[in-house]
Each structure stands twice: as structure tokens, then as C-alpha cells.
């Protein structure tokens, strides 16, 4: 047998974790780690942070699981606070992101089909596009390298360029349910709507009857300095799906919408075994006790200032390598002039400094939410050294 136990879908590196503290990790041989990759932006806290960790750990042994069959007051309560602190009115907690995502699809096509308008099945959504991995979620987006194989795929999507709005306007027919987009796509390559579009979409929304569908898995919940990347643009979406910071590594995900979204939504149209459970939601309100401290947000918008001002001041002394800087708050990457994930991997093994690859040769920059100016510096430090020494293969 070759196959290892693992499934081997990943093409992992060397670096084998084993603890975690604040923005370090450390490896299973000892080394140390600057971790400005948090998991792809899901530690937001760091490593082990006190708060998460005790409220993680007394609910544990208090009460784990249960089930949907019964009441939530714990459930309630998150929820409840999520609605006070976004546009939404009603909250349906996942496990993850993926499936955030699926419960937006699932709310959205619900909404016209309560609304006697069942053929208005078409969500519209982008080229380099990332929203999971499940069936559905895979057919949203029209990356061959994640659906190839995998067909028939779901109907219902249709795609349009990133930040083309006439074009995603083009596309509206008698089908169209509505506009399923990332602000800021994260395995895209930190590319970041425009507000022409952004706005734009939500306009065609409001003109035609259609829903505007936000993935903010990955830059919401405080990445960019907004609690959620749509409030960089001034406007709201319907329906929105939330995971990674939401749980700070404690696996769950969220779909929120306005009570008009979500008409379709009835008992017994939507479930989960393991969604919204006790220990799911203990982790959520200790992070969501975090972020919304007095501060917080305001300290990532200028903790990302300095990192993308350091980045910024790197580039003339490499530019042979460093092409530009992209993203908002602490969603930030650095657009190589070569083979992104080359440089990912030399900065880790050689200078200890974990990132993340993402599409356009774009290395994503991703600290936990709690860093300081010695992280920054720390980073950049790691950064200019790699870049001193580091030689592009000449086939990039
Ligand atoms: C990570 C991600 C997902 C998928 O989340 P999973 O928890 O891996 O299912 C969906 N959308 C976006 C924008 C993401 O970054």
C-alpha cells in the first residue's frame, strides 16, 4: 500500500506543529515560528490565547453538544449579539465555512422560491473566486483546479470577471437570484473589490429584486479593521457567510441575513447536528469579547498601517522580487514578480516566517489580530533577509 493514512489531498511542507503561543508556533524538532499565516486568518487571537482557551475548556466540561432538538441559550445569546453588531436579523450557525456558504446559497434560492419566483435560481458570481469545497460550493466558482473531475457539478451559477461591473450587470436574466462575491478575495490574491462594483452590485440588487450574497469568511470578523469588510464600502449585503475568526480555531462558521432574506427559512428546511453547539458558541463569545473591546478594530487598522508602510519601504530595496502591496488592515499581500509560493516556501524554511501562497503570484500576509510593532518589525526583518538572499528559479 502507497497511499498514506492521511488522505493525501494536501501538499504539505515540513513544518510539523505542535504548540502554539501568541503569533509563534513551534515545531515538532523545537523550532520557532513567526506566524503570520494564523492558520489561513483563523487564529485570529494568536496561539492559546487565556480568554478563548478557559472559555473553551469550562464549557467543555460543562456541557459539549447537545442538540438542535432542543432549546439554545447559548446559541440565542451569540446570535443575538451578532445581530446587534451587523445588519443582519437572524443567524444560522455551521461548522464551517463551506457550509456558511452553502446556507447562503440554500437562503437565497429559498427567498425567491417563497417568493413565488422559483426559476430565480442563478446566483452570479467571479472568476478566481474562492467560497469552499464541498459540491456546491465548488460550482460556485469557475477554477478548473478544484472542480476538474469532480462533475456534474451544481446548476445555477454563472460567472462574471472580478471587479467588472457592467459585465456581472450583463448577466442578469430572468433566472438571476442574485450576486455571491468576496470584498476582498483571499485565495484569489488579496484582490479587493472595487467600490464602484462593490456599491454597483448592490444598486443592480436593489433595482432588479436580487440578493447580494457577501463570503466574508475570510475578511470579515475583524481582518481588514471593520468588524466586516462590507463597512469599508458603506453598504450591506442580504445575506452573508462568516467562519474562520469566528471561532479563532474552534471550527465553525455562520450564515447571517436580514429577516426579509431569510422569509424562506422555515422549520425544517435547514439543519445541522453539530451547528451553534454549547462549546462552538463558548468560543465565539470569547472572541467576539475580544474584538469588540474598546480598540481592538481600531488597533488592527493600525497595526496594518505599519505592517503595509514596512512592506511598502521593503520594496525599492528588492525589486527585483517585490512587485507591490494589496489588501486592507491585516489581510495584506505582496504581489511577487516571480513564483509566489517558491518565496512562501524559502521564508519558512530558511527565515522561520510562515505566510501563505495565494493566487497572482500574491503572498498573503496574515498575523493574528493581536500583534504588535515588534511582530511587524520582527516580520519585516524575516522578510529583507529572505529577499537579500533569495534567487528565483529562473523558469518562473
Ligand atoms: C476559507 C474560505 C471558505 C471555506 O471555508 P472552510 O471552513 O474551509 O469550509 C469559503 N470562503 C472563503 C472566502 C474562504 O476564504
Do not use: W
Not at 82 to 106: M, P, Q, R, W, Y
Not at 287 to 316: H, K, S, Y
Not at 333 to 353: E, T
Request: aromatic share 8%; proline share 4%.
Amino acid at each position: 500500500m502507497t497511499i498514506t493514512p492521511l488522505m493525501p489531498v494536501y501538499p504539505r511542507c515540513g513544518v510539523r506543529p505542535v504548540r502554539g503561543e501568541g503569533a509563534y508556533l513551534y515545531g515538532e524538532d523545537g523550532q520557532q515560528y513567526l506566524d503570520f499565516a494564523s492558520g489561513i486568518a483563523v487564529n485570529a487571537l494568536g496561539h492559546g490565547h487565556p480568554h478563548l482557551t478557559k472559555a473553551i475548556a469550562e464549557q467543555a466540561a460543562t456541557l459539549m453538544h447537545v442538540s438542535n432538538l432542543y432549546g439554545s441559550p447559548q446559541g440565542e445569546h451569540l446570535a443575538q449579539r451578532l445581530v446587534d453588531h451587523t445588519f443582519a436579523d437572524t443567524v444560522f450557525f455551521t461548522n464551517s465555512g463551506a457550509e456558511a456558504v452553502e446556507c447562503a446559497i440554500k437562503t437565497a434560492r429559498r427567498y425567491h422560491f417563497a417568493n413565488g419566483n422559483p426559476q430565480r435560481h442563478t446566483l452570479i458570481t467571479f472568476d478566481t473566486a474562492f467560497h469552499g469545497r464541498t459540491l456546491g460550493t465548488i460550482s460556485a466558482t469557475n477554477q478548473a483546479k478544484m472542480r476538474d473531475g469532480f462533475e456534474p457539478l451544481l446548476p445555477g451559477f454563472a460567472y462574471a470577471n472580478f471587479n467588472d461591473l457592467a459585465g456581472a450587470l450583463a448577466l442578469i436574466d430572468d433566472n438571476t437570484a442574485g450576486f455571491l462575491v468576496e470584498p476582498i478575495q483571499g485565495e484569489g490574491g488579496i484582490r479587493q473589490a472595487s467600490h464602484e462594483f462593490l456599491t454597483g452590485l448592490r444598486k443592480a440588487c436593489d433595482e432588479h429584486g436580487l440578493l447580494l450574497v457577501l463570503d466574508e469568511v475570510q475578511c470579515g470578523y475583524g481582518r481588514t479593521g471593520k468588524f466586516f469588510a462590507h463597512e469599508l464600502y458603506g453598504i450591506t449585503p442580504d445575506i452573508m457567510s462568516v467562519a474562520k475568526g469566528i471561532g479563532g480555531g474552534f471550527p465553525f462558521g455562520a450564515c447571517l441575513a436580514t429577516e426579509e432574506a431569510a422569509k424562506g427559512m422555515v422549520a425544517g428546511t435547514h439543519g445541522s447536528t453539530y451547528g451553534g453547539n454549547p462549546l462552538a458558541m463558548a468560543a465565539g463569545e470569547a472572541i467576539l469579547d475580544v474584538i469588540l473591546e474598546e480598540g481592538f478594530l481600531e488597533n488592527v487598522t493600525a497595526m496594518g498601517d505599519r505592517l503595509r508602510q514596512g512592506l511598502e519601504q521593503m520594496i525599492p530595496n528588492h525589486d527585483h522580487l517585490f512587485d507591490s502591496v494589496r489588501g486592507t488592515g491585516l489581510m495584506l499581500g505582496l504581489k511577487l514578480k516571480s513564483d509566489s509560493r517558491a518565496f512562501v516556501a524559502f521564508a519558512r524554511d530558511n527565515h522561520n516566517l510562515l505566510m501563505v501562497s495565494a493566487g497572482e503570484n500574491v503572498v498573503r500576509i496574515l498575523p493574528p489580530l493581536v500583534i504588535d510593532e515588534s511582530h511587524i518589525a520582527e516580520c519585516i526583518e524575516k522578510l529583507s533577509a529572505a529577499a537579500r538572499v533569495y534567487v528565483p528559479a529562473s523558469d518562473d
